[in-house]
């Protein structure tokens, strides 16, 4: 039998206090706005398909930390809200197959794709660490990356 974790005084679920809960559920509810953009495109792959997931992570990292850097989200929240993102780009940055874009757009989608994860990846690890300045200077990295995606797909034909 799993040990439940000790209620502390004034809390109302597994160790949170009102206020925290109160924190999480409106985050939830926050991120739960963008998982429509996440999973748009989750049918057939393909470039364009790569490129608006890397962007909807990019923009959910964003958000995380601009809720922790308000006091909205706890460290280990959003390090673990980041820590997804980073796997989920990630795996689409390895699955990203630029020759289906046009000739002039792979060389920019892949380095738009790549700073994406390679900021992603820091803003991570500086959740970790607690390092408000580092996750501030990834995260204005991964600003950039996701103007790139944006402007990349706009460049692109609808299918």
């Not at 790549?114 to 600003?143: F, V, W």
Request: glycine share 8%; aromatic share 2%; net charge positive.
């Amino acid at each position: 039998m799993e040990h439940e974790p000790q209620m502390r005084p004034g809390s109302t679920q597994r160790g949170r206090t009102r206020s925290e809960a109160r924190v999480a559920r409106g985050v939830g509810a926050a991120l739960a706005l963008f998982a429509p953009a996440m999973l748009t495109g989750c049918g057939s792959g393909g470039a364009r398909q790569t490129l608006q997931k890397v962007a909807s992570w990019t923009a959910t990292a964003r958000m995380a930390a601009d809720e922790l850097e308000a006091r909205h989200t706890t460290p280990r929240y959003t390090g673990k809200t980041l820590a997804v993102a980073s796997d989920q780009v990630a795996s689409q940055a390895r699955s990203f197959a630029p020759n289906d874009l046009p000739g002039a757009l792979r060389a920019p989608a892949v380095g738009a794709v790549t700073a994406a994860r390679q900021a992603i990846r820091d803003m991570s690890r500086a959740a970790e660490r607690r390092d408000g300045a580092a996750l501030a200077r990834a995260a204005a990295r991964a600003d950039s990356a996701d103007r790139a995606l944006d402007a990349l797909l706009a460049a692109l034909p609808e299918r």
